[in-house]
């Protein structure tokens, strides 16, 4: 499986990204897909996930703000974020899991100017 992101950059605190991932490859069972963020000098963290159901779950630090959501057809993942905060700055991964194996994207800055 191989997972290409876009949508990053930079924006001021208070605007809005969408962050998508696209997965290519062997994409038959893929079941959970993730967002992960790694801050500099932090752990990498998750960010919201959702099932092949489309059940999600949210980090408290962005419920509210940011909404995960998926497209099996496809194989794509993305991420919409608003009222970006300073504190959301970091790298975003895009993880997914198949069967018993996990892969992740190259990642993407997200920049939020305060």
């Known amino acids: 499986v191989q997972l290409v992101e876009s949508g990053g950059g930079l924006v001021q605190a208070g605007g809005s990204l969408r962050l998508s991932c696209a997965a290519t490859?062997?994409?038959?069972?893929?079941?959970?897909m993730a967002w992960y963020r790694q801050a500099p000098g932090k752990q990498r963290e998750l960010v919201a996930v959702?099932?092949?159901?489309?059940?999600?779950n949210y980090a408290d630090s962005v419920k509210g703000r940011f909404t995960i959501s998926r497209d099996n057809a496809k194989n794509t993942v993305v991420l919409q974020m608003n009222s970006l905060k300073a504190d959301d700055t970091a790298v975003y991964y895009c993880?997914?899991?198949?069967?018993?194996?996990?892969?992740w994207g190259q990642g993407t800055q997200v920049t939020v100017s305060s």
């Open positions: 959702v099932t092949r159901g489309g059940i999600t």
């Open positions: 490859g062997t994409v038959f069972g893929i079941n959970n």
């Open positions: 993880h997914v899991y198949r069967g018993t194996e996990d892969y």
